[in-house]
């Protein structure tokens, strides 16, 4: 199975600020790469897909970006909704695999 | 909008059975693959089954193979998860998906069912 890691586990930051996640995958997973929002209680929400395609309705402050085995979210200006934790997941293979999340939390 | 409901978790005693469903609304139900996700605090997001458009292309994870069986029934805009010989690594919040048209990702997510292995 291909295993993604994600950094760092907990990111503290403010309102404003300009926030990157790195995944990790063990093996290259070519663009076949998404990212997830998810707040307590819910379902995850799509964001990006094929590591840079923003998700309809996403809004534009959330950009994905990186090729073959490294990966990157970033939010351009956090704004109070994005605080949640975050999931990439690798869909290259099965059985497709998330990584274990970076929760973002505010300063 | 696209809505997914699942519904048939609760608590079940190891090496039971329980039966999931997920109710589709809002979008083509026979356009798309339709999967299982499952999560827990320990193991986190796990990818379990998916299904394709007509039901002769099923996969599962290795964790849940030869005890789990998903389906599809296009009559009730519907998909199931029949799970067998449980054990308490089951208990995890299930998830019903949809599969991003061409890809194998989810797009759409239900609420989720918790389901419960424990004697």
């Known amino acids: 199975d291909i295993q993604m890691t994600q950094s760092p586990s907990t990111l503290t930051a403010s309102v404003g600020d300009r926030v990157t996640i790195t995944c990790r995958a063990s093996l290259s997973v070519n663009n076949w790469l998404a990212w997830y929002q998810q707040k307590p209680g819910k379902a995850p929400k799509l964001l990006i897909y094929k590591a840079s395609t923003l998700e309809s309705g996403v809004p534009s402050r959330f950009s994905g970006s990186g090729s073959a085995t490294e990966f990157t979210l970033t939010i351009s200006s956090l704004q109070p909704d994005d605080f949640a934790i975050y999931y990439c997941q690798q869909y290259d293979s099965y059985p497709y695999t998330f990584g274990q999340g970076t929760r973002l939390e505010i300063k | 909008q696209v809505r997914l409901v699942e519904s048939g978790g609760g608590l079940v005693k190891p090496g039971g059975s329980l039966r999931l469903s997920c109710a589709a609304s809002?979008?083509?139900?026979?356009?798309?693959?339709m999967s299982w996700i499952r999560q827990t605090p320990g193991k986190g997001l796990e990818w379990i089954s998916f299904?394709?458009?007509?039901?002769?292309?099923?996969s599962y994870a290795d964790s849940v193979k030869g005890r789990f069986t998903i389906s599809r029934d296009s009559a009730r805009n519907s998909v199931y998860l029949e799970m067998n010989s449980l054990t308490a690594e089951d208990t995890a919040i299930y998830f019903c998906?949809?599969?991003?048209?061409?890809?194998?990702?989810?797009?759409?997510w239900g609420q989720g069912t918790v389901v419960t292995v424990s004697s």
């Open positions: 998906a949809r599969n991003k048209m061409g890809q194998q990702l989810a797009d759409s």
């Open positions: 299904i394709s458009l007509d039901p002769t292309f099923v």
């Open positions: 809002g979008f083509t139900f026979s356009d798309y693959f």
